[in-house]
């Protein structure tokens, strides 16, 4: 079965880095686009970024300066760099995946990993 396992998060202060990963394993990597989500304490789960089987990449206006998305297809693994870490970046990161092109909505994924706490002080 398809299974996406997230891992890397932690308490960062403002201004810091860090990495969140997420191996697959269950389907052929190569073929699905790998997407992260963020979700917030009362807030709705929104999209941070996407990479396709290509390389081809796509990232919300919200961090699309700050934040790198790649993806490693020997290891089936996807990774979220984020740089310049701000408070309102503090939610629980999702990695998704489907089997098709980039996509920016989460109907679109029909499987998830269980999240990854990231925490940014201030």
């Known amino acids: 079965q398809v299974q996406l396992v997230e891992s890397g998060g932690d308490v960062v202060q403002a201004g810091g880095s860090l990495r969140v990963s997420c191996a697959a394993s269950?389907?052929?990597?190569?073929?699905?686009?790998m997407g992260w989500f963020r979700q917030a304490p009362g807030k709705e789960r929104e999209f941070v970024a996407v990479?396709?089987?290509?390389?081809?990449?796509m990232l919300a206006d919200s961090v699309k300066d700050r934040f790198a998305v790649s993806r490693d297809n020997a290891k089936t693994t996807v990774y979220l760099q984020m740089n310049n870490l701000k408070p309102e970046d503090t939610a629980v990161y999702y990695c998704?995946?489907?089997?098709?092109?980039?996509?920016?909505?989460?109907?679109?994924?029909?499987?998830w990993g269980q999240g990854t706490q990231v925490t940014v002080s201030s």
């Open positions: 269950g389907l052929v990597f190569r073929l699905y686009a």
């Open positions: 998704a995946a489907r089997g098709g092109g980039l996509s920016f909505s989460e109907d679109d994924y029909p499987f």
């Open positions: 990479i396709a089987g290509s390389g081809i990449k």
